[in-house]
């Protein structure tokens, strides 16, 4: 995580980094690793007689039966593992993690044997449901042959760890990833030269992960097959209740609603980077990498200092807030302990760490208290004596944030993340718990039923929440004064939004759009990062500084969710799906105005209907789902073009006579 700028009034505050892994439960069909249980749906009838399924050996009712007992006997044990991995980096966590993952695949392999031999006709709609999730929900198929599969699970968690412990090193000088990034963050103090270097130096971490991951694609590829799919990437399109042909065309729908809204927010920065760097800051009319702020150029918040239409107008120092709330803590503690001229060195440490994890405690249970405003339970106590709030001092831990269900009671839930007193951070709290929430609302529903109506669900739960933490909200926790009006703060708070949300959306498209074609094998290994950065150029406008990034690198390796086998396509749907939700509830609230300007804390009706569809799981179609909730069973951008209607105006008003556009994206 890296610190975020400055907030600006608007209708809400932009998050942080939009990419956390969660380890809910039916991503729990395979859990850190996430392999998912996976069966022949949509398979031709010629792979099905190659493949030979017996007849069922009991009733499809018993055999859903036995894979709920099932998961809820061992998720313990998988999300313990998995944990440990996360938190305790060192080959030891490495083997447990390892040799878990491998004993829940050879059930999950048993299992997707047994799904296959049983049709959904006839059957009632709990009982077909199961059996439809089964055969499609995976993200890692494994191959039967207990070798690979072992093979498979020790380069999945290799993989892993190598990211959590990555560090870019100059002689003896290494950085992790939260000091790489603050450098690319302070756009204002870090010269050129320096961003370039931390940011070329970060990417060094993926190279050793490169002919794993060739590996692991060969392997995941060969599980598919034997469960009767073309690839890895057809597995994972398939559990979107559409065929895996129209949903890739509904991305691209999608995709094409907002793509005009990115243009002019792509043409409006580079025109501002090049003002800052003169013929630096282009490149064949894209943006230059490692120039946005951001490693991987999906949140371009930390350029807010550079792309603040108004300056100062609006302005909500939120993270000066926590700040200042973080070293009063500290204070009181000196205090108390006889001042700081009575204390060790070892007794000041304790002491920060002390009001590190108080002020980690206050940000979150400032977010639990938006859900139970909105008539949701208290998180359970156990998450508040089990989750890791800060980075611990003492090993190398996954400090990117995540949520997690370790039981399918949810009676234990808990949320790792390396907490500092920003805006960003804040923002990223109410995101996990959006997570930890829908956990808490599915929890009665049968285990292969706790996840998301589909996984875009998941990600857009908390990120409603965040679109309502509008200035007023802010106010009214304490955090800053009760802000002034005018259209000068609306278009500021829009921007900053937007470099957040908007910014974000072709990035959450191409992750997948690359995976699908190294999955397929269009992408084949000697062309992996010439193809990454084809699609950044296609989709972002995005270009590496010094010209092609050749085939010694694996820059897809730098991105968490790639070594970590986490699909992405889900955090773009989020924001698609977050918009129509919070106009949802925003109508149900009885809202009255522009729809940015809607804040529906402490409204019950709002907290009724959402936790409703939170509490279905994915006991049903999400487009069924969708329509309980929204009134229309189809994901649409209009609310996001309805949201961001001031600033789109606003930028192709100050975009006139620029040449907006690349070339890349004529391809």
Known sequence: M???????????????????????????LALAITAGLVALAGCSKSTEEAVGPAAPAKSAEEFVAEVNTTLHEMTPEITS??????????KDSQRVESAANERWLAKNNEFIAAAKTYSTEGLDASTARAIHLLKTSSSMPAPRDPAKLKELTEIASR?????????????????DIGQVSEILADTENS?????????????????????????????T???AREMGFANTGDVWRAGYDMPADEFKAEADRLWGQVQPLYEQLQCYTRTKLEQKYGEQGSIDGMIPAHLTGNLWQQDWGNLWPLLQPYEGVGSLDVSDALKKQREQILADLVSKA????????????????????????????????????????????????????????????????SAWQMNTDASEVRMKMCIKPTEEELFTIYHELGHIYYYLAYKDQAPVFQTGAHDGFHEAIGDTIE?????????????????????????????RMALAKVAFLPFGLMIDQWRWGV?????????????????????????????????????????????????YTRYFLSHILQFQFYKALCDASGHEGPLYTCNFAENPEAGKRFWAMMQRGASQPWQQTLKELTGGEQMDASAVLEYFQPLQSWLQEQNQGQTCGWEAAKG
Not at 159 to 175: L, R
Not at 198 to 204: C, L, N
Request: some cysteine; aromatic content about 10%; hydrophobic content about 35%.
């Open 2 to 28: 890296h610190p975020s700028p400055r907030a600006t009034l608007s209708g809400g505050f932009p998050p942080r980094s939009w990419s956390t892994p969660v380890k809910s439960q039916r991503a729990l």
């Open 81 to 90: 593992a998995a944990w440990l991995g996360a938190t305790y980096i060192n």
């Open 159 to 175: 993989m892993g760890a190598t990211y959590g412990a990555g560090k870019w090193c100059v002689g003896d000088d290494c950085k």
């Open 191 to 219: 010269s050129y030269d320096q961003m370039r270097a931390a940011w070329e130096g970060w990417h060094t971490i993926a190279q050793p992960m490169r002919q794993d991951y060739v590996r692991f694609v060969e392997l």
């Open 221 to 223: 590829n060969e599980g």
């Open 338 to 401: 006889g001042g700081m001229r009575n204390l060790t060195a070892a007794q000041q440490m304790e002491l920060e760490r002390q009001a590190d994890v108080e002020i980690a405690t206050r940000m979150t249970r400032l977010a639990e208290s938006f859900y139970t405003g909105l008539g949701m339970p208290a998180l359970p106590e156990t998450f508040w004596t089990d989750s890791m709030l800060v980075q611990p001092r003492d090993r190398d831990v996954v400090c990117h944030a």
């Open 467 to 495: 679109l309502s933490m509008t200035p007023e909200y802010l106010a009214s926790i304490g955090l800053v004064d009760k802000p002034a009006v005018s259209e000068q703060a609306v278009i500021n708070g829009q921007m």
């Open 519 to 567: 999955f397929d094998g269009s992408i084949t290994p000697e062309k992996y990062n010439q193809a990454w950065w084809e699609l950044k150029a296609k989709y972002q406008g995005v270009a590496p500084a010094g010209g092609v990034r050749g085939e010694e690198f694996f820059d897809a390796g730098a991105k968490y969710h790639v070594p970590g086998n986490t699909p």
